[in-house]
């Protein structure tokens, strides 16, 4: 009856197959599937979305003190019951058996790897069980990493909790402030060093996630082990590739802990879903309506994403009223707020259904109870460099096995559960990479560098990585260092380099600001860093208001380029005193101003540290579209025929229809970043003069390779732009 559950679940007729799940290893069907239209659909899918959950890549260090303070002793019955549950909690995890014998593996080795099944206790146990075993004697800490800075603060949380201590003294949280609302995240991983430095024990969790900080950790805590004999590292995995960092550290011994597993069933499309959103949005409604008590979790993408799944959720069931009852829905990514993230936790009420719509956070971060249901349409984002063209981007590719299962997995943690993916048996099988490509392989690696080179680590060829990145993209990131004068001749890090070092941003971003000290515009240079680092969604353009959306876009362009219109965005926005009504009636994302208004504090808050006078060239561009070509000068893109062709690759890309420039086409371009959908965009551009290349480049750039027969016959452009800027 219900017109938005057309399809029935199971059975021969169903929109489903079925396949059981038998512990960790999984059968197929021998059936032969209708498969051409998957390789399309994936194309299609391969869009370059938005950088929010880059920020999940962030580096976190929880770390435990042991002195327990005495006022935090009389409390009330009430909490003091609270307690008790939480022990009992903990009694009944699955590590708890196995504490006795873990810690004296801890005891007898110095590296011991620790596999145990998501949810089986290690991050927020572990911790506290070296805490009990005195561990933190004589103000020795315990640190754990985290690669996620949602779990990392959900678990600080949590294990505060049980301890019933606050937050912040006993178990604190270390990291950056400012790291978490910018992409990458050098100096979180130094500060996690000197956290290192003072520790008993260092835990490496979340080891099989292989991000760029957890593989760099790797190599460079296997070195100071070798001299520091009294450090324990424990290197804490789910169960995946523990035998290859058993390896990496000199065979080290795996402790597993058994994990308690129910069958899931796992059930596949018939055929490849042409919109895996609104088939997720289908499937909840599907389960809700005709699947026992259990609550939902939906794997998706990103944040755009899960907005878009919880929007329409929560409309359907507005639609459906008292038909149905009542759904919970939950969205969780790196970027919501934390009051809003601890809600996931809380139990369902009875009679109602949780749905959780998540980013891979949920697939084995963090562990919500009470999950049944699991909806995985197959995909994530994924970072992808290209070291030829230097090119990074975040896309939406179909995940690997390894992550599908782990994603299933989560059905089967309290009961036996059912897993819903909407793709095929066969793309599973055919389609789909055994294993995840570890990220050190698949970045840009120019903070790696500086980060390695500020420790004083020159060598990287030989760096003790697990898996080394490709050649080419250690070389081209050092080469990139050398032209931005960060590296000298010989690869040492410069002055100028370990200022940049300084800065949580990619190194170009840093040149770009420390380049605005000479430029006398540090104030405008902050601004636009700030707002290029959220730069993909702060234009609202809502579907039903285009045209409204487009006119209120097209008011904020100055001429020069779009870091300009970016830069007079944010001043308008100070100037209505950061007023969000401001934000709704310029179709300007309020969210976004937020969180480009932090970074941009944050990265102020820095200027002291890097010595860089925060002072403004009042309105005068040219100084600031100067700074942004001394750091983005390897960025550099000349008018050609039908296109541009950037400079040192020959390459050919288009300004992007959303840029103040697509129309104007100047001779010269510096641009933020290239991204691929149907051609090659370079998006946010801004117009330079081509002898400001050889101003803040001379050793990269050659005036004969800037010549450019063609620019007498347009001169125009030029001057008009110089006259309007005055
Ligand atoms: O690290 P691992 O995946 O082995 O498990 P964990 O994160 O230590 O979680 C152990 C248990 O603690 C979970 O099964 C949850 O029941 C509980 N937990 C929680 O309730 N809230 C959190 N924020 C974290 C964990
Ligand atoms: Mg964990």
């Not at 995240?185 to 060093?193: A, F």
């Not at 597993?261 to 596949?268: E, G, K, L, M, Q």
């Not at 707020?337 to 809600?343: E, G, I, L, T």
């Not at 770009?512 to 353009?541: D, G, P, W």
């Amino acid at each position: 009856e219900l017109e938005e559950t057309p399809m029935e679940l199971g059975g021969e007729q169903g929109r489903w197959e079925e396949e059981r799940l038998k512990t960790a290893s999984l059968s197929f069907g021998a059936k032969k599937e209708r498969e051409q239209g998957m390789k399309q659909e994936q194309e299609k899918y391969q869009l370059i979305l938005e950088e929010e959950e880059m920020i999940d890549f962030v580096t976190t260090a929880i770390t435990m003190k042991g002195t327990r303070s005495e006022k935090d002793a009389p409390a009330l019955s009430q909490a003091e019951m609270k307690k008790q549950s939480m022990q009992e909690v903990r009694r009944s995890l699955p590590i708890f058996p196995y504490r006795e014998d873990l810690l004296a593996a801890i005891n007898k080795h110095q590296i011991l790897v620790i596999e145990g099944e998501t949810g089986s206790g290690k991050t927020t146990q572990i911790p506290q069980y070296l805490l009990e075993d005195g561990y933190t004697k004589g103000g020795m800490k315990i640190g754990c990493t985290q690669p996620r800075r949602v779990a990392a603060m959900s678990v600080a949380a949590r294990v505060a909790e049980e301890m019933s201590v606050k937050l912040g003294n006993e178990v604190s949280l270390v990291h950056d402030c400012y790291t978490n609302t910018l992409s990458v995240t050098v100096p979180s991983s130094r500060l996690k060093l000197s956290v290192l430095l003072s520790s008993s024990v260092i835990i490496i969790d979340e080891a099989h996630e292989r991000t760029l900080h957890t593989d760099i950790l790797f190599g460079l805590i296997k070195d100071i082990a070798r001299f520091r004999s009294d450090l324990k590292v424990l290197v804490a995995s789910a169960t995946l590739d523990t035998e290859r960092f058993s390896c990496f550290f000199d065979d080290a011994p795996v402790f597993r802990i058994p994990g308690r597993r129910f069958p899931v069933d796992i059930f596949y499309t018939k055929a490849p879903e042409a919109d895996y959103l609104e088939a997720c949005v289908v499937s909840v409604l599907q389960i809700h309506v005709t699947q026992p008590p259990g609550d939902i979790l939906v794997f998706l993408t990103g944040q755009e994403e899960i907005e878009a799944c919880c929007e329409l959720l929560q409309e359907r069931c507005r639609r459906l009223g008292s038909k149905i009852a009542e759904l919970l829905v939950l969205p969780i990514y790196a970027n919501l707020p934390s009051d809003m993230q601890a809600k996931i936790f809380n139990p369902t009420p009875p009679g109602a259904r949780k749905v959780v719509v998540a980013t891979n956070i949920a697939e084995t971060s963090l562990t919500i109870d009470g999950i049944i249901y699991v909806i995985d349409p197959g995909f994530c984002k994924q970072k992808s460099y290209n070291a030829r063209t230097g090119m990074e981007s975040l896309i939406v590719t179909p995940c690997s096995r390894a992550s599908a299962n782990q994603r299933a997995g989560r059905a089967g943690r309290v009961a036996a559960g059912k897993c819903f993916r909407l793709y095929t048996a066969w793309a599973y099988k055919h389609e789909m990479e055994e294993t995840t490509v570890p990220e050190i392989q698949r970045t840009n690696l120019g903070n790696v560098v500086l980060l390695l080179k500020s420790l004083g680590i020159n060598d990287l060829i030989h760096f003790d990585f697990m898996d080394p990145p490709p050649h080419e993209t250690l070389v081209l990131a050092l080469e990139q260092l050398y032209a931005l004068g960060a590296l000298n001749h010989l690869g040492e890090l410069t002055k100028l380099g370990r200022r940049m070092a300084e800065l949580p941003v990619d190194p170009m971003l840093s040149k770009m600001i420390l380049a605005s000290e000479q430029y006398k515009c540090s104030e405008e240079v902050l601004t636009i860093a700030a707002m290029l680092s959220v730069n993909n969604s702060i234009f609202y353009r809502p579907k039903d208001k285009v045209v409204h959306a487009d006119n209120a876009r097209m008011n904020f362009v100055v001429p020069g380029g779009d870091h300009l219109v970016l830069l007079n965005v944010y001043n308008q926005w100070v100037e209505s005193g950061y007023s969000t009504q401001w934000c709704y009636e310029n179709f300007i994302q309020f969210r976004s101003m937020r969180r480009a208004r932090d970074v941009r504090d944050q990265l102020e808050g820095l200027m002291d540290r890097i010595e860089v006078e925060v002072v403004s060239c009042q309105g005068d561009s040219v100084p600031v579209r100067k700074a942004v070509t001394a750091g983005y000068f390897y960025h550099t893109a000349r008018l050609s025929k039908g296109g541009y062709k950037t400079v040192k690759h020959q390459q050919t890309v288009y300004v992007h229809p959303n840029s103040s420039l697509f129309e104007e086409q100047p001779r010269w371009l510096i641009y933020h970043e290239l991204v691929f959908t149907t051609k090659e965009f370079m998006r946010q551009v801004i117009e330079i003069e081509s002898g400001w290349l050889l101003e803040v480049a001379p050793h990269y750039y050659k005036s004969k390779e800037l010549e450019d027969s063609s620019s007498k016959k347009m001169p125009r452009k030029q001057g008009k732009t110089k006259e309007e800027l005055g």
